[in-house]
């Protein structure tokens, strides 16, 4: 065979240039190989015109994808099963998937746990078509009203850590949000919906959405606002204080997502505004009736990225991102007669520049290897903090590759990163994967790594510039990550499947959120953190009574230095070993969609989330376990094509879930909501 | 923090060297899951016209598709439709062979890999959609002409034999319906000669 060296030495010498010049890269892509075929009830399902679309031979690049999707914990959820369920946020979705629980931080706000470990403070990246809205402050995602549901085509869940090639916030997982492409659309879409708990509103939200294809051009418009409470029970602080919390807690919520895609070139703008107030205030006494607390949370983010197909083997690519966020505005507004005032507020500047070569070959095997330059300018607007903080700055080379065998895939990435601030850092990621007929197996082992962030940063440097003891505390060192998990899946027959996973996760130098007597806080690290557990998943459909899926967590802490996230006592002991503060060990849950008709669809949910341990100022509280159940019922094309309507009852068994704080921050735990009856209608044109 | 050493930038740059090398000179294998992919889609396919094709008889206890193919395709088929229905009744799949009888089928499906269709259509008789990829299927006058453009799949309904067979096709699926461009220039060739 006569060998053409010219080309690849050529091929070699423009990746050279490419990584020379400067990849957190995927954290744009999807996470799925091929979504056409990953859709709930898988292809059958598509209509005619979306079978058109779908490409008969995979090209290498995209086969390379699916290995690597292959190579992680994925969940999927589709827009379809958002809309059977009748799911009213983001955490209706997540909540059905296994090891994700919610608790409260602070203020109103509600995080998310997964696999026994909260993900705030930086530890879960959440992305809406690949844009980061994890706000850059601190890395805390608030839940409850903020995230659009409608016109989603599915959300991607990675459980597990991302951080090879999602980047800094991706320690312990990943949810990609890909809302609907203009061909998808092809019209739009308009809608609503309207709740109420057992003593006062719940929420009320509009939304449009609308897109369009024209051969090589594709434009998509998705906006919504969103008013909600988080509930209509009693708040009561750790200090006797307590309010109605009808009227009260309230969040608001407005999205905008434009995206225009020409040929392999995509533009994409996108703008987030979150406001939480807060009554219960920021520690265990509640604010009212002096004030309550307003954290207002906006990003503004604009991406363009190009992919150039250089030939069948290999593709550049290349993207620009930029976001302005203000992240955790705090505004006081006062009950007493005083004109409300901003405490707090920050400016974020946030760029990454990403350059990638994909080289693959058509049996699957394929090299990525990428660079990126990010950077974040951070200002106090507002702010006790008289200091600066420095321009932080992360250079990183990556490369990720799969070679395929007869019994496994192996995949090896390593990530090399450089900091401004916190020096250097080499992360492996390592699989072993294959799927046979009905079987298969993965097993991996990912480091990831996580930098404090500029609020961390700010929080510390404040601390020693005003705490009354007149300590100092270190600079935050980052967090080191290590995950060793093993899946195996089964299809017993063409619709019943059934996978199981263990997974061992260990935080290093994990970042604690702490206090002094003063109630002054400071960010210090500690140093492990580690949790093991199984999680395993059924489901099930039949042709008349319709799809169940059913899932059961298990998570066991092993280790925290720390003791800030265990069930301690007054006396000290740790009432329950393997659980950390707010997050159940035993979870199991179960949904199933019943087609009464071509039209309509009655879809239920039953959750069962184990008891729980949380403090109310420095007393340990035990929360009994909790049964939810809602069910939902769906009908399309009333009257007219198109017109949609459905109807909800929420926490049918009115089991009042309490968001317990995920970790020792004498907050009370937050009551969730009552019983909800909710309507949604929407009209397709 | 982890301080990079000049063994650990050597190290990486040998892995990462390593698999470039592999990914450009391993030998490709073909993935047999990528077939199967392509069955997936072509059985969507086939459930999806059966539901915009109204047959002039009821189905009785299931809609039978018959597939001249191995078994393990037809299987295949069964599979990737297993909870679907058409008229309300479940889906069927067989294997059949050129001598038999096809009377009992609402669905005959010749794939590329049957070179001559002739014989098939000859023994699909009134009332069976058929639906076949080869050229020669396309001039035998079978009724749906699968075809691929531009990596995509399409197909075209030869419309006067499906009425002739006593089908009907409803107008979703008509519109969809296209010509292949390589036919449909000789059909104009041929148009412009007359």
């Known amino acids: 065979m006569k060998k053409n060296h010219k080309p690849i030495s050529k091929i070699f010498f423009i990746h050279l240039l490419l990584v020379l010049a400067s990849n957190t890269q995927a954290a744009q892509e999807s996470l799925v190989c091929t979504p056409e075929l990953k859709k709930a009830g898988g292809v059958e399902t598509f209509a005619l015109e979306d079978l058109m679309q779908i490409p008969m031979f995979l090209s290498a690049s995209q086969q390379g994808e699916c290995t690597r999707e292959a190579a992680s914990i994925v969940s999927t959820i589709t827009g379809e099963e958002l809309l059977n369920r009748g799911a009213r946020d983001l955490v209706d979705a997540l909540e059905l998937i296994p090891g994700i629980s919610f608790g409260s931080n602070m203020t109103n706000m509600v995080g998310m746990g997964m696999r026994g470990m909260q993900t705030d403070e930086g530890k879960l990246s959440i992305l809406l078509d690949g844009i980061i809205l994890t706000e850059q402050r601190f890395g805390i995602t608030g839940f409850g009203g903020h995230f659009p549901v409608d016109q989603i085509d599915r959300i991607e869940i990675v459980r597990g850590p991302g951080s090879i090639l999602y980047g800094n916030f991706a320690e312990l997982g990943v949810v990609n949000i890909i809302t609907k492409k203009g061909h998808q659309l092809d019209g739009g879409v308009i809608g609503g919906s309207y709740g109420r708990f057992e003593r006062g509103e719940a929420g009320k939200n509009t939304f449009l959405t609308a897109g369009k294809q024209w051969d090589d051009f594709e434009v998509s418009l998705y906006t919504k606002y969103n008013e909600s409470h988080r509930s209509d029970r009693f708040y009561h602080d750790a200090q006797g204080g307590s309010f109605d919390m009808v009227g009260y807690n309230q969040s608001e919520s407005i999205l905008g997502n434009f995206q225009f895609r020409y040929k392999d070139l995509n533009l994409h703008f996108l703008v987030d505004e979150y406001s939480v107030d807060s009554a219960d205030g920021f520690a265990d006494k509640m604010s009212l009736p002096s004030k309550e607390i307003r954290n207002q949370f906006s990003t503004y983010a604009f991406n363009l990225d190009y992919q150039h197909h250089l030939n069948k083997t290999v593709q550049l690519g290349a993207r620009f991102d930029y976001s302005q966020q203000t992240p955790w505005k705090r505004t006081n507004l006062y009950h007493d007669g005083r004109a409300n005032k901003v405490k707090e507020s920050v400016s974020i500047d946030y760029y990454t520049f990403d350059l990638k070569s994909t080289f693959s070959l058509e049996g699957g095997h394929y090299l990525v290897m990428g660079n990126s330059f990010q950077f974040q300018n951070y200002q106090p607007t507002v702010s006790n903090y008289t200091g600066e903080v420095p321009l932080l700055g992360d250079y990183t080379l990556n490369g990720e590759g799969v070679y395929k065998t007869k019994w496994a895939n192996v995949l090896l990435a390593l990530r090399f990163d450089w900091y401004t601030e916190y020096g250097t850092n080499l992360a492996p990621r390592f699989a072993l994967t294959k799927q046979f007929e009905k079987f298969h197996y993965k097993a991996m082992y990912s480091q990831a790594f996580h930098a404090p962030t500029g609020g961390n940063y700010q929080l510390n440097e404040e601390y020693n510039q005003t705490n009354e003891f007149n300590r100092e505390v270190s600079p935050l060192r980052p967090e080191t990550t290590h995950t060793y998990e093993i899946e195996l899946g089964y299809q017993f027959q063409p619709n019943l499947n059934v996978t199981a996973n263990i997974f061992y996760i260990e935080i290093q130098d994990y970042f604690l959120y702490s206090f002094d007597a003063n109630n002054d806080d400071f960010y210090a690290n500690s140093s492990k953190l580690s949790t093991w557990g199984l999680e395993a998943i059924l489901s099930y459909q039949h042709p008349r009574w319709g799809k169940i899926d059913m899932n059961y967590s298990l998570y066991q802490a092993i280790e925290d230095t720390s003791q800030d996230f265990k069930a301690v006592d007054t006396a000290g002991n740790i009432l329950e070993q393997t659980a950390n503060l707010g997050l159940p060990t035993h979870k199991v849950t179960a949904n199933h969609t019943f087609p009464i008709t071509d039209s309509i669809s009655f879809n239920h949910t039953l959750i069962f989330s184990g008891h729980r341990f949380g403090y109310s100022g420095s007393e340990l509280k035990h929360y009994k376990s909790v049964w939810i159940y809602n069910m939902y019922l769906r009908y399309q094309d009333v009257m007219v094509e198109g017109l949609e309507m459905g109807l909800g009852l929420y926490d049918v068994f009115n089991s009042q879930y309490q968001y317990v704080q995920l970790f020792n921050g004498t907050h009370p735990a937050l009551p969730g909501n009552t019983r909800e009856v909710r309507f949604k209608f929407s009209y397709r044109f | ?194």
């Open chain 2, 1 to 194: 923090v982890c301080q990079i050493n000049r063994f650990q930038v050597i190290f990486l740059a040998f892995v990462l060297n390593l698999f470039f090398m592999l990914s450009l000179f391993a030998p490709v294998q073909a993935e047999e899951s990528m077939s199967k992919r392509l069955v997936a889609i072509k059985a969507a396919y086939l459930y999806r016209f059966s539901l915009f094709i109204d047959w002039p008889e009821p189905v009785l206890d299931s809609f039978l598709m018959c597939v001249v193919a191995d078994t393990e395709t037809s299987n295949f088929i069964q599979l990737s439709l297993y909870n679907q229905v058409i008229q309300s009744k479940p889906i069927r799949v067989i294997s059949v062979l050129k001598e038999e009888d096809l009377t009992a089928c609402q669905l005959l499906y010749i794939p590329s890999t049957v070179k001559e269709s002739t014989p098939f259509l000859v023994k699909a008789k009134q009332n069976i959609l058929t639906i076949g990829e080869t050229t020669d299927f396309y001039h035998a006058q079978g009724m749906i002409y699968l075809y691929e453009q531009d990596n995509k799949l399409r197909f075209f309904i030869n419309y006067l034999k499906l009425k002739k067979s006593g089908l009907t096709a409803r107008a979703q699926l008509m519109t969809l319906s296209q010509l292949p461009m390589e036919k449909n220039s000789d059909e104009k060739k041929s148009q412009t000669d007359k």
